[in-house]
């Protein structure tokens, strides 16, 4: 019997070792765009994400060889996409993970394990006045 798409969900980022939100869209679009000449603000705004998300979540798919960095020039760098060697587990893992996010239920199965448990909402802070 196969594995559910949720259990393939699972397994492909693991072997990616793509663990939260922000590193799957920078992924994504290094991914779509083969190489960047942008500064991390840039590809912060450009996804719509934190700009210190971003910063680490490239640091971290450099660490991990998916993405190449260039050395800082006045605050630029060349961020490419780096493919995984064929034929290998994180190859048949990228490749199927980029296909299932083309459609809703797939980046719906890709967020719901990236964004872990869910988190409890802010509360207001206690001015500490308090009317009678």
């Known amino acids: 019997m196969g594995k559910s798409p949720d259990e393939l969900v699972q397994q492909g980022l693991q072997s990616l070792g793509v663990t939260v939100l922000s590193e799957w869209d920078a992924l994504v679009f290094l991914y779509h765009h083969s190489a960047s000449l942008d500064t991390v603000a840039e590809i912060a705004r450009l996804i719509g994400r934190d700009k210190g998300e971003v910063a680490a979540a490239l640091q971290k798919l ?30 048949s893992s990228l490749r199927d993970l980029m296909s299932l ?9 890709l967020v719901k394990h ?19």
């Open 62 to 91: 450099e660490t991990l060889g998916l993405i190449q960095r260039s050395r800082i020039s006045q605050g630029i760098r060349l961020y490419e996409f780096l493919t995984p060697p064929e034929p290998s587990v994180r190859h």
């Open 114 to 132: 990236l964004r872990g448990p869910l988190h409890q909402p802010r509360r207001r802070r206690d001015s500490g006045l308090r009317l009678a």
């Open 101 to 109: 996010a083309h459609n809703r239920l797939g980046r719906l199965l």
